[in-house]
T-cell receptor
Framework: DTGVSQDPRHKITKRGQNVTFRCDPI?????LYWYRQTLGQGPEFLTY????????KSRLLSDRFSAERPKGSFSTLEIQRTEQGDSAMYLC?????????????FGAGSRLTVL | AQTVTQSQPEMSVQEAETVTLSCTYD???????LFWYKQPPSRQMILVIR????KQQNATENRFSVNFQKAAKSFSLKISDSQLGDAAMYFC?????????????WGAGTKLIIKP
């Protein structure tokens, strides 16, 4: 297992286009989180899954954003009708989801630039 | 609601010297976790060190140690013998034990520059 993988690493798109990011978590991790990070800021929580169930969504997540985790394995985050304000790094993290520290393992992120 | 504050947007240190990064937090809870994560440029965020609030002993991981002052709600990170590879953004994070979603509350980060 090579850790959490995210694809693509970089995406440049024009305003109004749709984009999709993929995250492959560590295989035995049942929790998967999506965060958004802008330059010089800490991660902002977007949503998370326990297995295939999406258990929480941030108020930041407008209806243009949708995330799925079919079969509790990989996850996708889709942004429809992108806006310049969506430009950010999108981070995925996974964890075992057990009581205790629940340490997150992060992917390298997918950087989105909306022109 | 809990908050995490990192008051130093940027710090610099000479290679091989020691540097301390500050973090304060606000909570009404008595049991929680605190974390320091490191994010090197264009690389993934990795866990540096964690501290359980019920443990009085400060956590240590090789050259990294924390000074956990529960009453003062302070959680600073000390890096000894700084190396060029320590250059990164450092984020302090808080996790409530009562939140079953295991959400992390993040500080804004401190950029650490290592001078050769």
């Amino acid at each position: 297992d090579t850790g959490v993988s995210q694809d693509p690493r970089h995406k440049i798109t024009k305003r109004g286009q749709n984009v999709t990011f993929r995250c492959d978590p560590i295989s035995e991790h049942n929790r998967l989180y999506w965060y958004r990070q802008t330059l010089g800021q800490g991660p902002e929580f977007l949503t998370y899954f326990q297995n295939e169930a999406q258990l929480e969504k941030s108020r930041l997540l407008s209806d243009r954003f949708s995330a799925e985790r079919p079969k509790g394995s990989f996850s996708t985050l889709e942004i429809q009708r992108t806006e310049q304000g969506d430009s950010a790094m999108y981070l995925c993290a996974s964890s075992l989801g057990v009581a205790g520290a629940n340490v997150l393992t992060f992917g390298a992120g997918s950087r989105l630039t909306v022109l | 609601a809990q908050t995490v504050t990192q008051s130093q947007p940027e710090m610099s240190v000479q290679e091989a010297e020691t540097v301390t990064l500050s973090c304060t937090y606000d909570t009404s809870e008595s049991d929680y976790y605190l974390f320091w994560y490191k994010q090197p440029p264009s690389r993934q965020m990795i866990l540096v060190i964690r501290q359980e609030a019920y443990k009085q002993q400060n956590a240590t991981e090789n050259r990294f140690s924390v000074n956990f002052q529960k009453a003062a709600k302070s959680f600073s990170l000390k890096i000894s013998d700084s190396q060029l590879g320590d250059a990164a953004m450092y984020f302090c994070a808080y996790r409530s034990l009562t939140d079953s979603n295991y959400q992390l509350i993040w500080g804004a980060g401190t950029k650490l520059i290592i001078k050769p």
